[in-house]
T-cell receptor, first 116, second 113 residues
Framework: DAKTTQPTSMDCAEGRAANLPCNHS???????VYWYRQIHSQGPQYIIH???NNETNEMASLIITEDRKSSTLILPHATLRDTAVYYC?????????????????FGQGTTLQVKP | NAGVTQTPKFRVLKTGQSMTLLCAQD?????MYWYRQDPGMGLRLIHY???????AKGEVPDGYNVSRLKKQNFLLGLESAAPSQTSVYFC????????????FGPGTRLLVL
């Protein structure tokens, strides 16, 4: 699985959009970009994932560059409850069930502090 | 629907003692995982299972054993605990093929003295 690089920490004002970047320059064609977050030592929580198109759900939006070497997670209106460590993970999620173990390789993530 | 549950929530062991951590899921997931998380670090995979009766090693398997006798349960064993195994342990599960979201349990905090 490709390696990812994220900033160690970021601040965001409450109510503003939080934009969390992730670099994955060695991503290959069958690798997806996943985002998870971990709030105060709880179990990680899935946010969103994508392959090459931009994705949006009730929690966030994911913007993937055309060359797929980087992506940005956007929390449109950050709240204090969004303060967490955000992990960007690249992994294979293709149709070959025999080789897809679904393993997640976590880096150190980005600590997002949402401030009042 | 409880999702993924872990037992116990917290445990203190002395060096050399043994214990088993239990992970249970009620989502009929095929794949299950055990991770550990040390302070200030991301999660690291210990062992995983892609089906009942099967297990495989992850990144940091030494000092741990696992068993998956029932589809809904995944047990993590420490035969002889060491202080280096002080950590928070998370269990997760997902659908077959690893294509879906991984659902994580609340964690077990283990302190080895």
């Amino acid at each position: 699985d490709a390696k990812t690089t994220q900033p160690t920490s970021m601040d965001c004002a409450e109510g503003r959009a939080a934009n969390l970047p992730c670099n994955h320059s060695t991503i290959s064609g069958n690798e997806y970009v996943y985002w998870y977050r971990q709030i105060h030592s709880q179990g990680p929580q899935y946010i969103i994932h994508g392959l090459k198109n931009n994705e949006t759900n009730e929690m966030a939006s994911l913007i993937i560059t055309e060359d797929r070497k980087s992506s940005t997670l956007i929390l449109p209106h950050a709240t204090l409850r969004d303060t967490a460590v955000y992990y960007c993970i690249v992994r294979v999620a293709g149709p070959d069930y025999s080789s897809n173990t679904g393993k997640l390789i976590f880096g150190q993530g980005t600590t997002l502090q949402v401030k009042p | 629907n409880a999702g993924v549950t872990q037992t116990p929530k917290f445990r203190v062991l002395k060096t050399g003692q043994s214990m088993t951590l239990l992970c249970a899921q009620d989502m009929n997931h095929e794949y299950m995982y055990w991770y550990r998380q040390d302070p200030g670090m991301g999660l690291r995979l210990i062992h995983y299972s892609v089906g009942e009766g099967t297990t495989a090693k992850g990144e940091v398997p030494d000092g741990y054993n696992v068993s998956r006798l029932k589809k809904q349960n995944f047990l993590l064993g420490l035969e002889s605990a060491a202080p280096s195994q002080t950590s928070v342990y998370f269990c997760a599960s997902t659908l077959a093929g690893g294509l879906g979201t991984q659902y994580f349990g609340p964690g077990t905090r283990l302190l080895v003295l």
